[in-house]
């Protein structure tokens, strides 16, 4: 697929990037190689090592914060991914400006590494949260239908203990603040009427989405307006139509009685790795139809939808 | 230090002949895609002699049906299968009865792919330490394959600076006191020469032929035959052995490649006799970890030149002479322009005496 060059992609979780291994991952169908290097900061370049196209990601980080390709051995630097080394060449070891490997733009904010193609691109703004449960998924389905799936059904992507997802929306997908947004009701486990019966539900699931990450905010709320669970998921196209599914949630406030304490056990929130294929082809697009014209609209007038701050 | 050369085998006569007319520019050598590289009108190895028996065996070049049996033991290579009902045309490749050229020679079995006409044994590569009519014992064999183009393979081990990263606890680290690197080359080879004085001692030679010194001597030799995609690895070590490697790299379709290998390991220690030949399958899976991922980044045209070091002039020589033939067949011309059987003892620097059959 081909992808906007400026966008901020969530590719990792802060943790996951580390100066003990590098690690793979994707845009669309650009490998990207991502370590931390010696002073901590967080570097992206092309998964490809441009003498002998080897993967980076195969390769070790130096103690010099260099990453090192695992086949010949040659050095580059994560900023600018210039070539810095190749080893017994001491004579040599400034080369010209072309010997270098594709750079990537990243910013790291509130637990998620980003990266942009464009390395010049100005990085978004965020709000940086405290998470306490996170998670990495790689679901075999593209990003559009990952979406897709949410909208239409958030049971067939994600799980939240205790929580069932109705079929009935009190906001349609619509447009605020450049975001796309709705909001669905949904009820405590077990039922005791079928959704279809019930005069008022008791909690919400308010989710804002941006239109060309996909990048998504999930808010559970109960019917006092109280917050009772954060999360931020984050897909990102991958290589063979996977999408990378990278996530981190929090709790709110505590709802009372028995369902909130359920609710407040070990991690509630669970992004599943795959998708049954039998459910996902015949879940109507309620959402999705609508959300994806909407989309489109959106995209189209680029001041309202390429603003990427998160307003957590 | 390191040295580096890069020359003709014969300098002076027939200059031309040995770049085909048409210099490949070192813009396109560094982007050369070998997946779409097939050479024909060549002997290709596709087994060892006692791998073909009663029963056929299949194999194949670029993805062509071999079937190999024995007839009254005489080998036969046949694009069908003896029990198969035939709905195929029969290819360009084979006489009417659907056979190619086959030939036994060193211990193994080669088929000539090409114009059939063509096919004359003069054109076998010349691989002076296998006996002539094959025997040595089965344990300095083995098969090894490789999820990678043949080209990417050969590249792999003309390649000398990978051997420090993906081969360390193998060959060491690799520190001499000096280092020379010549290769030669004709319209149908490329040779490359590395010359070490003072190289620390292999850990895999400490061990098994036990070297006691801390540095030896190293003498190194890759030589590929272009169009058979086959090369002899010779290494000469002193204090240590004279271990010569038959490495083919055959190419059964243009992304997988099989190797018949052969080690001569006849002069070396009993330890050594038997265990380096299996070094093989632990250093194959080594490359493979880099040559698999790279092969798919060479099956299309890319814009983007691959960058290369001193280190690289072997590699870099390989993919220009093999550009060039790749060219001339392009053109129709399948000729060979220089004798690939000629005895290559004096340019691989073999110990004759060692090798007497
Ligand atoms: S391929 Fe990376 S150093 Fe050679
Ligand atoms: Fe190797």
Redesign the pocket.
């Known amino acids: 697929m081909s992808l906007a060059t400026d966008l901020w992609w969530a590719v990792a979780r802060s943790e996951e990037v580390t100066s003990k291994k590098p690690l793979s991952v994707d845009i669309g169908d650009q490998p990207v190689v991502l370590w931390r290097d010696n002073q901590g900061i967080a570097r992206a370049l092309e998964d490809r090592?441009?003498?002998?196209?080897?993967p980076?990601s195969l390769?070790c980080v130096r103690d010099n914060g260099l990453i090192?390709?695992?086949?010949?051995?040659?050095s580059y630097d994560g900023e600018t991914g210039r070539l810095k080394e190749?080893p017994n060449m001491k004579d040599q070891q400034k080369f010209p400006p072309i010997y270098k490997a594709n750079a990537f733009g990243v910013s790291e904010q509130a637990g998620f590494v980003r990266v942009c193609l464009n390395p010049k691109a100005e990085a978004p703004l965020s709000a940086d949260p405290k998470y306490t449960y996170v998670g990495t998924v790689n679901v075999s389905c593209s990003h559009q239908e990952y979406l897709n799936a949410l909208y239409d059904d958030p049971a067939l992507v994600i799980a939240i203990r205790g929580v069932r997802f109705s079929p009935y929306l009190m906001a349609e997908l619509h447009e605020e603040g450049g975001m796309l947004v709705m909001e669905r009701n949904c009820q405590w486990n077990p039922l005791h009427w079928p959704s279809h019966f019930v005069a008022e539900f008791p909690l919400t699931l308010l989710t804002r989405t941006h239109p060309s990450t996909g990048e998504t905010q999930l808010t559970l709320r109960d019917d006092q307006f109280n917050d009772l669970l954060h999360a931020v998921l984050s897909p990102v196209p991958s290589a063979r139509g996977v999408t990378a599914v990278r996530w981190r949630a929090e709790m709110g406030v505590r709802h009372p009685g028995v369902r909130g304490a359920i609710l407040r056990g070990i991690n509630p929130l669970s992004v599943l790795a795959t998708i049954d294929g039998s459910k996902l082809r015949t879940t109507k697009p309620t959402v999705s139809l609508h959300g994806e014209d909407l989309r489109a609209t959106m995209l189209d007038a680029p001041h309202s939808a390429q603003d990427q701050t998160q307003a957590a | 230090m390191l040295e580096v050369a890069d020359r003709p085998v014969s300098p002076d006569d027939n200059a031309p002949a040995s770049t085909g007319g048409s210099p490949i520019a070192m813009n396109v050598v560094n982007r050369w895609v070998p997946h779409n590289i097939v050479m024909l009108d060549s002997w290709f190895p596709v087994a060892h002699d006692y791998s073909v028996s009663g029963k056929p065996v299949r194999r194949a070049i670029y993805s062509h049906p071999i079937f190999l049996w024995r007839d009254n033991g005489v080998a036969v290579a046949s694009e069908f299968h003896p029990n198969e009902r035939i709905a195929r045309d029969k290819s360009a490749h084979t006489d009417a009865r659907g056979r190619y050229p086959v030939m036994e020679h060193y211990g193994v079995v080669w088929v000539w792919l090409g114009n059939p006409l063509a096919a004359d044994p003069r054109h076998l590569p010349s691989l002076p330490f296998l006996p002539p009519q094959g025997g040595l014992p089965r344990h300095m064999t083995a098969t090894v394959r490789f999820e990678s183009s043949a080209p990417i393979s050969l590249e792999n081990l003309i390649?000398l600076?990978?051997a420090d990263?993906l081969h360390a606890d193998v060959v060491g680290d690799e520190r001499s006191d000096s280092e020379t690197v010549e290769t030669y080359y004709d319209s149908e080879t490329v040779t490359m020469v590395r010359t070490c004085v003072n190289k620390s001692v292999a850990p895999v030679m400490k061990f098994f032929s036990g070297i006691k010194q801390p540095t030896q001597n190293v003498r190194q030799v890759i030589r590929i035959y272009l169009r058979s995609h086959c090369a002899i690895a010779y290494g000469r070590f002193s204090p240590g052995d004279d271990v010569p490697l038959f490495h083919p790299c055959t190419p059964e379709t243009r992304d997988r490649t099989r190797m018949e290998m052969v080690m001569n390991t006849s002069n070396a220690g009993r330890m050594f006799r038997h265990v380096m030949p299996k070094a093989g399958y632990k250093v194959s899976r080594q490359d493979s970890y880099?040559t698999s991922p790279?092969s798919p980044r060479y099956m299309r045209h890319t814009d983007r030149k691959d960058l290369h070091s001193k280190f690289d002039q072997a590699g870099q020589r390989y993919r220009m002479a093999m550009m060039e033939l790749a060219e001339r067949q392009a053109k129709g011309d399948f000729a060979y322009r220089d004798n690939v059987s000629d005895d290559c003892s004096e340019i691989i620097g073999l110990r004759k005496e060692l090798f007497q059959f």
């Open positions: 090592c441009p003498h002998r196209r080897a980076l390769g090192q390709c695992g086949y010949h051995g040659w190749i | 390649d600076t990978h990263f880099m790279q």
